[in-house]
């Protein structure tokens, strides 16, 4: 199963900052995936991080604002730009691993002040 | 797009009670059933999933049923024990959108010793 290593594990931020949110995954793989989860909420996904083309975002999600790159088959980021304190949040990363579901990352838990 | 519901949001059961957790799915098309549980600041961890070729699937004290005439799908914990706590979720995954996972809202589950 994939291991992914992700960082930074949280940050405090002043608000109008961004921070990029590394992933690292074990092995190769075509698509990865970064979900915001909000206190006591469920996880939203934000976007879809494919190799070699754009991200594709959700609804309300927009690239101005969550910029991601996906380099190569094993590594993505996720840039939270000009951050507000409503985008305090734990951010992960997540790949899926075929028959066995998704796995995630460990979280990004985001203070904007 | 895929709609999941989940209920209820909180479930508080003693312990060797069983928990029964449920969700409901709005595309046809989705075929595949994770749960997810997440303990306290940690990352979801798949617990037990389920495809649409079958009706119930078992493992030691938990097990998830499915009817997709009905679509409905739902987690069964049997001879709960405190360390059950946790945030459960339910998702939902159709490979029309690249198999990207549709969560529902989560239950609390608390297991009183």
């Known amino acids: 199963s994939a291991v992914i290593s992700q960082k930074p594990s949280r940050d405090i931020c002043q608000r109008g900052t961004s921070l990029t949110i590394q992933c690292q995954v074990d092995?190769?793989?075509?698509?990865m995936f970064w979900y915001r989860q909000q206190p006591g909420q469920s996880l939203t996904l934000i976007a879809t991080?494919?190799?070699?083309?754009?991200?594709?975002?959700e609804s309300g999600f927009v690239i101005d604002k969550f910029p991601i790159s996906r380099p190569n088959l094993t590594f993505s980021t996720l840039t939270v730009s000009n951050m507000s304190p409503e985008d305090s949040s734990i951010y992960l990363c997540?790949?899926?691993?075929?028959?066995?579901?998704?796995?995630f990352g460990s979280g990004t838990r985001l203070t904007v002040v | 797009g895929e709609n999941v519901e989940q209920h209820p949001s909180t479930l508080s059961v003693q312990e060797g009670d069983s928990a029964v957790i449920k969700c409901t799915y709005s595309?046809?098309?989705?075929?595949?059933f994770p749960w997810y549980k997440q303990e306290l600041g940690k990352r979801p961890q798949l617990i037990i999933d389920?495809?649409?070729?079958?009706g119930e699937k078992k493992d030691q004290r938990i097990a998830v049923t499915l009817n997709k005439t009905a679509k409905h799908f739902s987690l069964h914990i049997t001879e709960t024990q405190p360390e059950d706590s946790a945030v459960y979720f339910c998702?939902?995954?159709?490979?029309?959108?690249?198999?990207?996972?549709?969560f529902g809202t989560g239950t609390s589950l608390t297991v009183i010793p």
């Open positions: 997540s790949v899926n691993r075929g028959l066995g579901g998704y796995t």
């Open positions: 092995s190769q793989v075509t698509m």
């Open positions: 991080a494919n190799q070699g083309s754009e991200a594709t975002y």
């Open positions: 595309d046809s098309a989705s075929n595949y």
């Open positions: 389920i495809r649409s070729n079958v």
């Open positions: 998702a939902a995954s159709e490979p029309n959108t690249g198999n990207q996972f549709y």
